[in-house]
């Protein structure tokens, strides 16, 4: 998934989809283990979905996320007409 679709995901979406990423990550760690792991790419792109995600949530938190802002909080200017 790319880091754009990350982005306009809520905050509770992304805790939804780090804890479900890292469930996946266990179970291919442990597929991997056992020796029955036919995709051993399939490790890399999980680990870096997590870290997209690790990535947006830390943006939020310090306020520097890359998303353009909603429209109710933008704020509109107007300005004055001198006559």
Do not use: W
Not at 16 to 26: G, H, P, V
């Amino acid at each position: 998934m790319k880091s754009e679709n990350y982005a306009s995901m809520t905050d509770k979406e992304l805790a939804t989809k780090l804890s479900d990423l890292k469930a996946e990550l266990f179970n291919l760690r442990f597929t991997h283990a056992t020796g029955n792991l036919t995709n051993p790419l399939a490790l890399r792109a999980c680990k870096r979905n997590i870290a997209q995600v690790k990535t947006v949530i830390r943006e939020r938190e310090l306020g520097i996320a890359k998303t353009s802002p909603a429209p109710a909080e933008t704020k509109k200017v107007t300005k004055k007409v001198r006559g």
